[in-house]
């Protein structure tokens, strides 16, 4: 599993989200996949995506440990 998050400080990060998007179709597999995620911090919108092999035996427990670690910032940020 890999989290990435596009640099936000230069106000350039929808440009690199959509390079790490064409990089991600050109390089597709079928065996990788991609949850995009974004969120505001201070009035700057953070984006970033999981990458994860859709064969990893703990696939289903890692989605949920980031989908729960986000719910509780957005649930903290409200």
Known sequence: ???????????????????????FIKF???????????????DVVILGAVLIHGNNTERENLLN????SYQMYSDYKS
């Open 1 to 23: 599993m890999l989290i990435y998050v596009c640099e936000s400080i230069d106000k350039k990060q929808f440009a690199r989200k959509r390079v790490f998007d064409k990089w």
């Open 28 to 42: 597709r597999t079928t065996d990788l996949e991609k949850y995009d995620f974004s969120f505001s911090l201070d």
């Open 65 to 68: 440990a980031f989908l729960e």
